[in-house]
């Protein structure tokens, strides 16, 4: 089994646990970003209170709206995502060591190569995984009210209202991917696509920043511990967390103006709502909402996205050392 191989499935089974954990927020902070209340004297319920709104009047299950399709998601992200990573990484080392022995640097992967290799892995990621997040918003966002059924705009989990309990059919993974279709046919399925190949640069950023502090740490261990650079699963963690955190608030708005172009379109006469782009989105919550727009729901997903982050981390690297380990056993015994 390939190294990138082994880091693609690792990759894939983190993401998934990871996921599995932060996932209400996750839901929540989709609401935060799409909503478009523009009145701003409302007062602004908190992540928790929010999270109560919506298990009292829609249900527990709706924290889990589009789990399934978001699992795979994860699944298929991460799988891609580490896979091509460990093979643009393998390259990556491989030309330091030629450029080491023509006398040029230490052999080593520098901060620019990292960053240039994460970029290339999340593109790849992003073009192949993009339609699967789109219909996971759409079903992070659809709210089962009373109004829904009337064909009237739906008030937020942070609107002041008391709705009257009513039956509704589920909102399934199929009628998200009708609902795509018939908006914008294919195409559809790629909105946000530009920002979110923008946004790129934040797990850039976060593998960066992680592989960076990572090799600081085992330089500094090997020094004071004879020679070992081991580093455990708690300390991997908070690399984690630290990483994710630096790439999430430098590239939090990118990801409010994917979440709003990926969300079902207000077709009603307002067209403050509605986003014909990337770049009337962005001008448009300027105008209307103000630089404020731009950070809606960022502690809800500073929390949600690094334990997520933390999480992914710490697990992958076990599951990537228990599967050496695996393979060295068994090729000692062959």
Not at 200 to 224: D, I
Not at 263 to 276: E, I, L
Request: positive net charge; hydrophobic residues 40%; aromatic residues 8%.
């Amino acid at each position: 089994m390939s190294d990138a191989l082994i880091n693609g499935l690792a990759g894939a089974g983190g993401g998934i646990i990871a996921q599995l954990i932060t996932y209400p927020l996750q839901t929540v902070n989709t609401r935060q970003q799409t909503e478009r209340d523009l009145k701003k004297e409302r007062r602004k319920l908190g992540t928790i209170e929010q999270m109560c709104q919506v298990v009292k009047y829609e249900g527990w299950r709706r924290l889990y709206g589009g789990l399934k399709p978001s699992l795979v998601g994860t699944a298929a992200s991460q799988g891609v995502y580490y896979y091509f990573y460990q093979i643009f990484r393998s390259r990556a080392e491989a030309a330091a060591l030629q450029r080491r022995k023509k006398g040029f640097g230490d052999g080593s992967v520098g901060m620019l190569s990292s960053l240039v290799v994460a970029a290339l892995a999340g593109c790849v990621n992003v073009l192949l995984t993009n339609p699967i997040w789109v219909i996971v918003t759409r079903m992070q966002t659809h709210k089962r009210l009373p109004n829904e059924a009337q064909g009237r705009h739906l008030p937020s989990v942070s609107d002041d209202f008391v709705p009257v309990a009513v039956e509704s059919p589920p909102f399934q993974t199929n009628h998200a991917i009708q609902e795509v279709y018939d908006e914008a046919g294919l195409w559809g399925f790629w909105k946000g696509v530009f920002p979110t190949l923008i946004m790129v640069s934040n797990p850039s950023m976060q593998f960066m920043l992680y592989e960076t502090m990572l090799k600081k740490l085992k330089k500094r261990r090997a020094l004071h511990k004879n020679n070992s650079n081991e580093v455990t699963a708690l300390e991997i963690f908070l690399l984690g967390a630290l990483a994710k955190l630096g790439a999430t608030v430098v590239t939090y708005p990118l990801l409010v103006v994917k979440s709003r172009l990926q969300a079902k379109q207000v077709t009603t006469g307002d067209k403050r709502h509605h986003y014909k782009g990337t770049l009337d989105a962005i001008l448009k919550m300027i105008h209307y909402e103000g630089l404020y727009g731009f950070y809606k729901g960022m502690s809800t997903k500073i929390v949600q996205s690094v334990l997520a982050a933390a999480v992914l981390f710490m697990i992958k690297e076990e599951l990537v050392k228990g599967a050496r380990l695996l393979l060295t056993k068994d090729v000692i015994r062959q």
